[in-house]
């Protein structure tokens, strides 16, 4: 064996460790959630029909939803290539990426734990940490159809002013997350993209 051969088989050894020990916690994680809710409903025996009840709806709906993000998932890993994530939403992309990933996660509908896959797999195929917060910031808060009850009950001048204030917040939170993401390095990505 060469030394390269042995250093690509130490480095798989590590990868298999760190992702034993990342599954550890995470078991140890639910089982703190579960001993704490349990814990909980021992003291309030009330909520038990009712926290059963929302926890069976959730599941039903992450049943419902998530194959069809594993399918967009799918979809976007194949059509849409990473040089054109860079181009339009890499670090040169300047306002136009900006604007783009606001485009991008204004359209959309659908619960916001839907965007942070394809927030990850934006950021795996080379777009900026600045356009991914924009991104899942206006799947939040700034989708289109939310925009338009906005206006029939507010008007258009409060909703265009708390649009453009939110896109600049958000952008100045973008520009401070990757800045901060840069000087320490603490950003680790889980997507196979």
Sequence with gaps: M???DDALEETQGKDKTEGKKEMIRDWLIL?????GGAVLLSFFPTKIEPSLSVGKNYLVEMAWILPAVMVLMGLFKVWISKELVVKYLGKAS????IFIAALLGSTPTGPLYVAFPLAAAMFGKGAR???VVVFLSAWACMKIPQEMIEIQFL?????????VLTL????????????????TGSLKVQSNV
């Design 155 to 163: 008007g258009l001048g409060f909703m265009a002013t708390r649009l």
């Design 94 to 97: 300047g306002l136009k990426g």
């Design 129 to 131: 940490v600045l356009n």
């Design 31 to 35: 089982l703190a959630l579960a001993i």
């Design 2 to 4: 060469s030394s390269a």
């Design 168 to 183: 600049v917040s958000v952008s100045i939170m973008g520009l401070f997350m990757e800045k901060i993401i840069e000087r």
